[in-house]
């Protein structure tokens, strides 16, 4: 807005100087004075060859703009940039036609028409700068997305293809931050075709996102921009109470994980698992039980292979987790989310153990510690009996030789959560876990 006040303002003090201004005279206009004519072919020549110059750069810029998407060129052949150059022409023509038939009033005229074309070539660069910023281009083609989902249409609008295009290009590039913002567009896409309720459309810009990610998974930095992004979007899911859209992103951000597991991409394996626990959280705290129970079933997916092949980290990540996700499940009274959390983390200490992974052993020895200590705090007798079973349990097991030391570590534990019990006015009772 700012920027048309100005061009508007300089417009019109280049017009009111040329006709008012007396220190601006033109020359006579007559076959004793040839000055005039050669004024107006001057004024003409020049305004050719700036034309020129400003139609080349364009193209270049044109061709540039290509690397993102071949559609982008296109950008650029506007009704701005058509108006410009049609300014431009009649500028042109303009002292050319007063050549034959000079006129005092017509070389003002054609002035007034040279003077304005270069006043706006300042504005015309400027958009074609702003037409070449991909961030501005994506920002502009997920607002038609947008708009697009208020229509009558559930298709898949031609804006996605040209996002997806544009991020994938822009991963080629290594420009990571286009990348990055083309996925939230797309992620911003989908969630307001679900809230829109325009599933067919929701489910074709998922699939643009899910592609984009997979496509540039073996890209260190894009494999990490791409969890990053699929977290931002499910925990919006969450948050706007989206519970086919969480769960549909939480699924995708599965696959994508056992694929990095496939191809041994450890940073978007862990960093995935991360990211179902923390929207499973955010999902435990909305009350959608439904969400948590489907990002249980994604981690325990990616841990089995995980502790078979001796991958303690990422084992540690999963048993961070499913811990994680059963605390906030026991703060928020989901009884059902607490029991299969306590027997997910138990499962676990026993494999881990049993494989020798003494990371992910302990974390989940301090993870039912910390869960029995909390379920003494609130008095939940049954909890805290299932838990001290689960933790007798590991301390009798026949652990890995680089497992011996957790079993102290689940006798010291499970002294913790009987102390806290007693403290609370509980029984100690041992009871089967799997009951």
């Not at 004024?39 to 993102?68: D, H, M, P, R």
């Not at 989902?149 to 420009?175: F, H, K, N, W, Y």
């Not at 302990?362 to 910390?370: D, K, N, W």
Request: glycine content about 8%.
């Amino acid at each position: 807005m700012l920027t048309r006040v100005v061009v508007i303002v300089a417009c019109a003090l280049v017009l009111t100087s040329i006709w008012l201004y007396p220190g601006i005279q033109l020359p006579e206009l007559d076959a004793e004075h040839p000055h005039g004519l050669y004024f107006l072919s001057t004024l003409a020549q020049s305004l050719a060859a700036v034309l020129a110059l400003v139609f080349t750069v364009t193209l270049v810029i044109a061709q540039l703009s290509s690397q993102y998407s071949y559609r982008l060129p296109s950008r650029f052949l506007d009704i701005t940039a058509i108006a410009y150059t049609a300014l431009f022409v009649v500028a042109i023509l303009l002292p050319i036609g007063q050549l034959t038939h000079p006129t005092t009033i017509g070389a003002r005229v054609s002035f007034s028409f040279g003077a304005v074309a270069l006043v706006l070539l300042m504005p015309y660069l400027l958009s074609i700068r702003r037409k070449l910023d991909p961030d501005r281009i994506l920002h502009d083609l997920g607002a038609r997305v947008l708009t697009s989902v208020g229509g009558i249409d559930d298709a898949e609008p031609a804006e996605a293809r040209l996002i997806q295009s544009m991020t994938l290009s822009a991963c080629g590039v290594r420009d990571y931050e286009s990348f990055g913002q083309g996925l939230a567009v797309l992620g911003d896409g989908m969630i307001a075709a679900f809230e829109g309720g325009k599933p067919g459309m929701a489910g074709a810009i998922l699939a643009r996102l899910r592609d984009a990610c997979m496509s540039t998974i073996d890209d260190s930095v894009a494999v990490l921009r791409s969890v990053e992004r699929l977290r931002e979007v499910g925990k919006t899911a969450v948050s706007r109470n989206l519970a086919d859209a969480a769960e549909a992103i939480m699924k995708h951000i599965g696959i994508f994980t056992v694929t990095c597991q496939e191809r041994g991409i450890t940073a978007g394996l862990n960093e995935g698992v991360i990211s179902v626990g923390i929207i499973a959280i955010e999902a435990v705290k909305a009350g959608m039980r439904d969400v948590a129970m489907t990002a249980v079933n994604q981690i325990q997916i990616i841990e089995h292979p995980a502790v078979e092949q001796g991958a303690d980290t990422t084992a540690d990540w999963c048993a961070w987790s499913i811990s994680r996700i059963a605390l906030h499940g026991l703060r928020a009274s989901d009884a059902h989310t607490i029991t299969v959390g306590v027997s997910a983390v138990h499962r676990l200490a026993r494999h881990a153990m049993t494989k020798g992974l003494p990371r992910s052993a302990f974390r989940c020895i301090e993870a039912l510690e910390e869960l029995g200590v909390e379920a003494a705090k609130r008095r939940d007798q049954s909890l805290v009996d299932r838990i001290m079973g689960a933790l007798d349990g590991l301390t009798k097991m026949t652990a890995a030789e680089a497992c011996r030391a957790r079993l102290g570590d689940a006798g010291e534990a499970l002294s913790a959560v009987r102390h806290e019990a007693h403290s609370r006015g509980l029984v100690s009772r041992i009871v089967d876990p799997s009951t």
